[in-house]
């Protein structure tokens, strides 16, 4: 009985801190983007819109920013604030947005 | 007996489990379906926190409270002044708002009653609000500046709201004889949009250089540095040589009183009379935020960095300008990134989740010049109980770049505009 206590109170603790977040709903820093990377089509820009595109070609870009090999007037002071990871989940979230 | 005692206990701690579980969740089978949230003011931050409260969960009963039916933007007003760019490419309207499902009040809001959870309005009605989202913008105080008065902003324009004051200072630059001084008057920090007044004096000077080369521009400044300073400096001898004076603070450049009756600014070291005079006063959150207990002894709004709620009033979160965003920039780039942070925060909630810590960016450009940019970026995270700037990461432009780069960075803004503006309104 103690032991399904246990259980039930883990599962609980578990159900209630997971990231339960919706598809629709960005990882942390990724809802910045789109001031300036066009969510939209519409917009006139010349900032290349990121939705859709390979979750690795923005790695790639991201990685040559933050370490300087990829030349760049502002993404170079972005990149270097994020983390492999919190670049991965941005990447593939971008990536499923169409 | 004893079998029959194990299982009524087992039942007993399955109910238990059940009844634990239904507890710990009992926001969300209701709140859900039903959740109300109003959010107040339609400006970079509002508008923007109530379209991604509806994208994140189509089921919230979203109110956006906004009195005017169109928004005139304060990014790029610059440009108007200097007579580079029409007040229309500066406005918006709401039927795109409304189109996403959020429901466009034309009121103002008068009276909140966090007990009650309610909004007044203006015209005696009320809304009732799970959360309530503020985003009330800048109030611009008349009454921290001897002389400066509403009365006087007609006179001494602030400009520092878009619409008709950018239309006084713009005009009263027109009319201004060649040769005639120009002076700005740069509050102390915060205020809204800290490179703003030294882009405006760049476009200022850039509209002088080319009709009027014989006139002067001084920024009168409560301050030691400014946003981006070197930047704008460098820009200056090489662009309008001879022709802007700034004054710091400790040289004598804060403004103590104005006259506007002869257009009179006057600092510890003399007095300074304008042909056209741009005084930016001091400035506090929206008085909303006063009203909803939500601002401190500052006159603007302490928040919790993760869910940008209100250190002082319980369910009301504020966002943009009004907030106290630690080291965030009060800028429509970052009213716009921590509404959509804000948003994701509330819709958890309301769904009974905890909030992710969120993590954002402002990117702010200038322009010293029509095709010369300049920016300033940062990228924040919540760090003791502020957004802090992450280390290593964001800045300025760089000194040596390029007209090339510079050129860029002018597109790129424009190109901001253009994007931003089209998320939020269009």
């Known amino acids: ?98 | 007996m004893g079998i029959s005692h194990r299982i009524s206990r087992r039942e007993f701690c399955g109910a238990s489990a059940a009844t634990v579980t239904a507890l710990a969740f009992p926001l969300p089978a209701f709140a859900q379906s039903a959740a109300r949230i109003v959010v107040i003011g339609g400006g970079f931050g509002g508008a923007s926190c109530a379209r991604a409260l509806r994208q994140i969960d189509p089921k919230l009963q979203v109110t956006l409270v906004e009195p005017n039916r169109t928004f005139t933007a304060c990014p790029f007003s610059n440009n108007v002044i200097a007579g580079l760019r029409s007040i229309e490419e500066q406005q918006f309207g709401y039927d795109k708002v409304a189109g996403a499902g959020v429901t466009v009040v034309a009121q103002a809001a008068a009276a909140i009653n966090p007990a009650a959870r309610t909004v007044g309005l203006a015209d005696g009605t009320s809304l009732a609000y799970d959360r309530l989202v503020l985003s009330p913008g800048v109030d611009l105080r008349f009454d921290a500046l001897p002389g400066y008065d509403e009365a006087a902003a007609a006179k001494m324009p602030h400009a520092w709201k878009a619409g008709e004051q950018t239309l006084l200072l713009r005009k009263q630059l027109e009319a201004m004889d060649d040769g005639g001084l120009v002076v700005i008057a740069a509050p102390a920090n915060p205020y809204r949009c800290p490179p703003g007044p030294y882009e405006r004096a760049s476009l200022i000077a850039h509209y002088l250089k080319t009709k009027k080369p014989r006139s002067k521009l001084i920024i009168l400044d409560a301050k030691d540095t400014f946003s981006k300073q070197r930047l704008f400096q460098n820009a200056w001898k090489e662009l309008y040589p001879g022709m802007i004076e700034w004054v710091s603070l400790s040289q004598g450049g804060k403004v103590n009183a104005v006259d506007p009756a002869t257009n009179t600014l006057i600092t510890d070291f003399g007095n300074h009379t304008a042909q056209v005079a741009n005084v930016i006063p001091p400035q506090i959150a929206g008085r909303i935020a006063d009203i909803a207990g939500a601002t401190d002894k500052t006159g603007w709004c302490a928040i919790d960095p993760v869910t940008f709620e209100s250190r002082s009033a319980p369910n009301i979160h504020v966002i943009g300008d009004a907030c106290l965003a630690g080291a965030m920039p009060k800028s429509a780039f970052s009213a716009n990134a921590q509404a959509k942070a804000c948003a994701s925060a509330v819709a958890a909630l309301i769904a009974g989740r905890s909030p992710d810590a969120p993590k954002l960016i402002n990117t702010c450009y200038s322009l010293a010049a029509p095709g010369y940019g300049i920016s300033v970026a940062g990228v924040y995270q919540p760090k003791n109980g502020l957004l802090a700037d992450v280390e290593g990461a964001g800045g300025v432009s760089p000194a040596d770049a390029s007209r090339d780069f510079r050129a860029r960075e002018a597109d790129y803004a424009q190109s901001w505009f253009a994007t931003v503006t089209a998320e939020v309104f269009g």
């Open chain 1, 1 to 98: 009985m103690k032991a399904l206590r246990v259980a039930v109170g883990i599962a609980t603790i578990v159900a209630w801190s997971q990231p339960v977040r919706a598809a629709s709903e960005p990882p942390p820093g990724a809802a910045s983007c789109s001031g300036c990377h066009s969510a939209g089509a519409t917009a006139a820009s010349s900032v290349s819109r990121l939705y859709g595109r390979d979750a690795g070609d923005i790695m790639t870009a991201m990685a040559g920013f933050r370490d300087g090999s990829l030349p760049a007037t502002v993404m170079n002071r972005i990149a270097k604030g994020f983390s492999d990871d919190e670049l991965r989940a941005i990447a593939a979230w971008l990536a499923a947005q169409k």
